[in-house]
């Protein structure tokens, strides 16, 4: 089993955005809200372990329909949720997001799916420094999953924060760990995470 290590690894903030977490919010996850203060512990692990945080934004257009494929699935969104300019796809302000962070806007569920995130990943610390990547944020058994598959294919190490992803359900929250622990990569407690962050053989 590999083990990771805080000097190679960047945190991923997943679509933390109001108009996911915020109460009465269009696409509102009430798990993810719940769990703010997990990953925002998470967050201040990393900052104190000098780990990138990078922040993404799932960001959808009012002038034309940028993820028909999505809004096919969710009619709602052709018309409201996520629009840019709006307050809706900014981080929520409990998670502290600061501008020395990154931010990676992204129009699919897949956070590298024609972002700068792969780019921005092999430079950040310098010529492909980074090897692995803890993921947090919402939802677990959509953007988050997908993101973790994506990174798992490009030989990135792949650390899922059990306790600060927040799914629609507790049956869909379950069945992504179990996938991401069986195929994709290593699930993870907070007090496991901040350990690593602070240099423990995790």
Request: aromatic share 8%; proline share 4%; with cysteine.
């Amino acid at each position: 089993m590999w083990h990771f290590d805080a000097r190679s690894t960047a945190l991923l903030v997943i679509d933390m955005q109001r108009d996911f977490v915020e109460e009465g919010r269009p696409m509102e996850v009430p798990m993810a809200r719940k769990r703010v203060p997990k990953m925002r512990a998470i967050i201040d692990g990393a900052r104190e372990a000098k780990v990138p945080v990078i922040y993404t934004q799932h960001v959808l257009y009012d002038h034309f329909n940028i993820s028909p494929l999505e809004s096919s699935n969710n009619p709602t969104l052709l018309t409201e949720g996520m629009r840019t300019g709006t307050d809706g796809i900014e981080i929520v302000p409990q998670l502290d997001p600061r501008e020395t962070d990154e931010y990676v806007r992204k129009h699919r569920y897949d956070a590298f799916y024609n972002t700068n995130l792969e780019v921005l990943l092999n430079t950040i610390r310098g010529y492909r420094a980074i090897d692995t990547l803890v993921i947090t944020g919402t939802l677990t058994e959509v953007c988050c999953e997908s993101t973790a598959r994506s990174a798992f294919m490009r030989d990135f190490k792949v650390v899922f924060a059990q306790e600060a992803t927040g799914g629609l359900t507790e049956a869909a929250q379950t069945a992504t760990l179990n996938v991401i622990h069986t195929f994709f990569g290593r699930v993870m407690t907070n007090a496991e995470i901040l350990a690593g962050f602070q240099g423990a053989r995790v």
